[in-house]
């Protein structure tokens, strides 16, 4: 009897382990096929306690970098790679960051897929271009430059009608632009037609400052589009619209519909952006007219405005001037200033190195003025003061206090130049515990990189970011100074500038000794929920970031 009662108990226990093995696995295995197998791992049972809490993760100081090293199998720290890489960048100029192709993958279903795309054809772009430099040799005489440059960059350019027609609607810029510089159209836009497939009248012409073509079969940039809508837009009331586009992507446009900028709206050059005209909504009839006359001749009304009627019309004889001014093109319409459109970032007034028109519009005469008589390239050979007191340092034999990237584009030659004679010759730069580069990309001239090319070579201060400068893509050049700073010169604070900044350096150095060695140090801006712009300069469109707020991040 007693054996049996034994062998009864032993059955019910097993029965309720068993019981609570079924529920133990019912319940965990949901749990990770959830969660995945990876995330049951020793490492979250051998986890200290002391370092799951927040406040001893923010109270402990950086780590310092060891000295010495771990063990024989462990890879030397980055300052000893110092004299290895030293050997490459001695002779070379090019950055060693790497592109990983799989990181910027455009097939990739995310919210980056315009920018990896953008970053991936550039660095493709320009490496190609940079190799194609470099395996052909180009040469440049400046001689003959200097010679011929009143031949290759004229003062003025005219063409008539029929000269206009034979260019295919091009008019040539050979130099591009430069502050002053304006250009005269003399047409007459066509009468009405209907558009293909609709019966709805239809005129417009379009007039665009376009660039070099940076990739094989895309448009080349418009650095300046003007739209003047006579009839056909979808509001039925003309239009003239302004905008950009780079790589086939649109910018923001600039729509004027009759009303006059508002007071509080930046001006260009003190200029409104869009000039008032008469619309049809106004009611101009001969009774207000009438009224209008009355109120002069009485003379109720000290100070009258003018209304004018928009600029163009069918049939009808037009003198436009497109000027460029400081802060951007202005476009006079007969005389009378109709609409300025502000310069965009990235884009420079040499880029323009044609003008087309396009459309409804029969034009009698094309004339520029006022151009530049030299090209970028040309003025730089000629500027180019070879003196070896205006050479850079060579890489130091040791790790460095302060490395300080320069952000430069490739015909910032002048802004280059006046860094080199200015702060740059400052002791601390001279004596090299003060390291200073210009990180620069690829031009898409290739006349500019064969300049480029000689004045790295010459001057030692340049190291080349292989891909097509683009201004979305300046964050390579961010990370090309990290990568050169922490792994080239071993530098222990890293600082980012651009080309028309004036450096205090002993300011800086005096900044960084006040901060203890075992902490991390940093000086810029740390922004906080800070809500993405979606008009002005620097829009971003809410394809590209969708959400109400930003994440932190730093900006200088």
């Not at 960051?97 to 493709?124: C, G, I, N, Q, Y």
């Not at 290759?152 to 295919?168: I, K, Y």
């Not at 901060?515 to 810029?524: E, H, K, L, P, T």
Request: hydrophobic share 40%; proline share 5%.
């Amino acid at each position: 009897m007693f054996i049996s009662l034994t062998k009864q108990r032993f059955v019910q226990i097993l029965i309720i382990v068993g019981f609570l093995y079924i529920v133990l696995v019912s319940v965990e295995i949901p749990f990770v096929f959830l969660t995945g197998f990876s995330s049951l791992s020793q490492e979250s049972l051998t986890r200290l306690p002391g370092l799951s809490r927040e406040v001893n993760v923010q109270e402990k100081d950086s780590p310092i970098r060891p000295l010495n090293w771990v063990s024989k199998s462990s890879p030397p720290p980055v300052q000893f790679l110092h004299h290895r890489r030293q050997l490459k960048y001695q002779g070379g100029f090019i950055s060693n960051l790497s592109f990983d192709a799989k990181t910027f993958d455009p097939t990739t279903k995310d919210r980056s897929l315009e920018l990896h795309m953008s970053a991936k054809v550039a660095w493709e772009l320009g490496r190609k271009l940079w190799e194609e430099l470099e395996s052909r040799n180009f040469v440049i005489d400046s001689t003959e430059n200097v010679n011929n440059g009143s031949e290759r960059c004229p003062h003025l350019v005219s063409l008539s009608a029929s000269e206009f027609l034979d260019h295919g609607n091009v008019m040539e810029l050979p130099c591009g632009l430069t502050l002053g510089s304006y250009v005269t159209v003399v047409g007459k836009p066509r009468g009405t037609h209907p558009r293909t497939k609709s019966k709805v009248a239809f005129s417009q012409f379009i007039m665009e400052l376009q660039g070099l073509r940076t990739v094989d079969g895309e448009e080349p940039p418009r650095i300046l589009h003007f739209n003047p809508r006579l009839k056909g837009d979808w509001n039925r009331k003309p239009v003239i619209e302004l905008n950009t586009c780079f790589r086939m992507q649109w910018g923001s446009a600039l729509l004027c519909e009759g009303w006059k900028s508002e007071a509080y709206d930046e001006t260009v050059d003190g200029e409104v952006k869009c000039e008032k005209w008469i619309r049809d909504d106004n009611n101009f009839s001969d009774e207000s007219k009438l009224t209008w006359w009355l109120q002069r001749l009485v003379g109720q009304k000290k100070s009258l405005t003018v209304n004018w009627p928009f600029p163009f019309a069918e049939n009808k004889l037009f003198v436009l001037t497109l000027s460029a001014g400081m802060e951007g093109y202005h476009v006079n319409v007969d005389g009378r200033h109709i609409t300025s459109f502000p310069y965009r970032t990235g884009y420079t007034l040499e880029d323009a190195i044609g003008l087309t028109l396009n459309g409804d519009i029969d034009v009698h005469a094309v004339f520029a003025s006022s151009l530049p008589t030299s090209h970028p390239s040309d003025a730089t050979q000629k500027n180019l003061e070879m003196s070896n007191q205006w050479k850079a340092p060579p890489l130091p034999g040791q790790p460095v206090d302060l490395f300080i990237g320069i952000l430069s584009a490739g015909n910032h030659f002048a802004e280059r130049m006046a860094i080199r004679k200015s702060w740059m010759q400052h002791n601390l730069v001279k004596s090299s515990i003060v390291h200073v580069r210009f990180f620069v990309a690829v031009h898409p001239r290739k006349e500019v990189n064969v300049e480029l090319k000689n004045e790295a070579e010459f001057f030692g201060d340049i190291v080349i970011v292989p891909y097509m400068d683009n201004y979305d893509l300046v964050v390579l050049k961010t990370v090309a100074i990290c990568e050169y700073g922490a792994r080239t010169v071993s530098a222990k604070f890293i600082m980012k500038c651009d080309d028309d900044t004036f450096v205090r350096v002993d300011a800086v150095m005096n900044e960084a000794k006040k901060v203890n060695g075992d902490r991390s140090f940093y000086i810029g801006n740390i922004n906080y929920y800070h809500k993405p712009l979606r008009f002005g300069k620097w829009a971003v469109t809410y394809e590209n970031f969708c959400y109400w707020y930003m994440v932190i991040y730093a900006n200088a």
